[in-house]
Nanobody
Framework: VQLQASGGGLVQAGASLTLSCTAS????????MGWFRQAPGKEREFVSA????????YYADSVKGRFTISRDNAKKTVSLQMNSLKPEDTAVYYC?????????????????????WGQGTQVTVSS
């Protein structure tokens, strides 16, 4: 599957942005989808994940209550609505797809669980 992320940009603190990730292929609904980010000089970190049907969502503590992940399997998209952005949210954001052979949702926050990655979209939040 190929992933294309979009929606990044430069905003002021407190603003909102919505990131989108569009997938190619026929089996989008078979993948757990996640968002990760990497700031300059820092390691990649988990942001959010969503289960196959969207019934379960997961968030890093740093974004809980401000970010919302959603997916539309018919459109093969996963979105990340980001509100109340902070300068520390500045990073390149990546969407990722995780194909699982069993219906478990362990380790959704672990990047090495994901099989496919998009190219990333830059989010810059100014203070």
């Amino acid at each position: 599957v190929q992933l294309q992320a979009s929606g990044g940009g430069l905003v002021q603190a407190g603003a909102s942005l919505t990131l989108s990730c569009t997938a190619s292929g026929r089996t989008f609904s078979a993948y757990v989808m996640g968002w990760f980010r990497q700031a300059p000089g820092k390691e990649r970190e988990f942001v959010s994940a969503i289960s196959w049907s969207g019934g379960s969502t997961y968030y890093a503590d740093s974004v809980k209550g401000r970010f919302t992940i959603s997916r539309d399997n018919a459109k093969k998209t996963v979105s990340l609505q980001m509100n109340s952005l902070k300068p520390e949210d500045t990073a390149v954001y990546y969407c990722a797809a995780d194909y699982r052979r069993t219906y478990d949702l362990n380790r959704v926050e672990e990047g090495d669980e994901y099989d496919y990655w998009g190219q990333g979209t830059q989010v810059t939040v100014s203070s």
